[in-house]
């Protein structure tokens, strides 16, 4: 048995698909805009457990200017490893944050990222993104302080640190949601398998 449809029904059909093609862009488009950690790994080198990360976010308008009027900002990633414990809480190991300042001069009209003391020119905003977007060979811990075979949990996340703009740029960002970035905390676990190696 065969199903006919009638021109009008063709018709609805064809728009019921298209508006649904449209909620399917809308919600994809939503969903990539969200700032998240794509990737985490944790290494071992020169007997630091190291972490590189890839991360994924976009600055709104309101950010945006901010930074190229010079207003410099902070992004702060903070991070938390654990060790599971069946008869109590989790034992903490490692709790610490790295902090990253995206800076814009308009003499010399250059953007730079800044880790500490050290800063990585960049000749646009989107390159300077691009570089705030990957964290690489962040030392973490000393490798001592994790036992071979055992498994330890940790979190990580990404935030833009209002706490540590000028006075009244923190009480606009305060009642602006346009301020608002941060990503999920991000899980992930690993256990040192033997020296110079992390699974």
């Known amino acids: 048995m065969t199903v006919h449809t009638t021109g009008w029904g063709r018709l609805k059909r064809g728009i019921l698909c298209a508006l649904a093609a449209l909620l399917c862009v809308a919600v994809n488009a939503n969903q990539s805009a969200e700032p ?50 069946w008869w109590w809480l989790d034992r903490v190991l490692v709790e610490t944050t790295l902090t990253r300042r995206l800076m814009y001069n308009a003499l010399t009209q250059q ?25 690489r060979a962040w030392p973490v811990a000393p490798s001592d302080r994790f036992e071979q075979n055992q498994r330890y949990d940790g979190r990580v996340r990404l935030k833009l640190d209002t706490s540590q703009l000028a006075r009244p740029l923190q009480l606009e960002a305060a009642n602006r949601g346009a301020w608002a970035l941060v990503t999920p905390w991000a899980s992930f676990d690993f256990s040192i398998q033997q020296a110079g190696s992390t699974k």
Do not use: C, H, M
């Open 36 to 85: 998240r950690i794509e990737r985490i790994e944790p290494l071992i080198s020169e007997n630091q457990l190291t972490l590189d990360l890839d991360l994924a976010f976009e600055l709104g308008r309101v950010v945006t200017d901010a930074a190229e009027r010079g207003v410099p900002l902070y992004f702060t990633v903070d991070l938390k490893i654990t060790s599971p414990r």
């Open 111 to 135: 953007w730079r990222v800044a880790t500490g003391d050290l800063f990585v020119p960049a000749g646009s905003l989107s390159e300077a993104l691009a570089i705030l977007k990957q964290v």
